[in-house]
């Protein structure tokens, strides 16, 4: 099983991104979903329950990005607004079976998608 993420790209200062991740196996799911981002360390940035019941932000994108998920196409969404240079980083999508958040040791990772903001 394999977790898919999709739109990434390049963008300006001020400009929005909507990244998306599925698992492979439309039949797999976990309890938590969510997404690191890897620029000069690895940052935790958001994470998801099943439920939606319990959700995290990261510091740095509090009041700017919003993460979402849509259980009938076991996908998660990560709404990027008001866009900065600082978030350019490549963006993982990690899931884990139990907990409320995931962490670095999570078990399923993607492949990353890169982000890239111009000033």
């Known amino acids: 099983v394999e977790l898919i993420e999709s739109g990434g790209g390049l963008v300006q200062a001020g400009d929005s991104l909507r990244l998306s991740c599925t698992f492979s196996?439309?039949?797999?799911?976990?309890?938590?979903m969510g997404w690191f981002r890897q620029g000069p360390g690895k940052e935790f940035v958001a994470s998801i329950t099943?439920?939606?019941?319990?959700?995290f932000y990261g510091d740095a994108v509090k009041g700017r990005f919003t993460i979402s998920r849509d259980n009938t196409k076991n996908t998660v969404y990560l709404q990027m607004n008001s866009l900065k240079p600082e978030d350019t980083a490549v963006y993982y999508c990690?899931?884990?079976?139990?907990?409320?958040?995931?962490?670095?040791?999570?078990?399923?990772w993607g492949q990353g998608t890169q982000v890239t903001v111009s000033s």
């Open positions: 990690a899931a884990h079976q139990r907990g409320l958040t995931i962490t670095t040791t999570s078990k399923y």
């Open positions: 196996d439309p039949n797999f799911t976990t309890n938590v």
């Open positions: 099943q439920s939606g019941g319990t959700i």
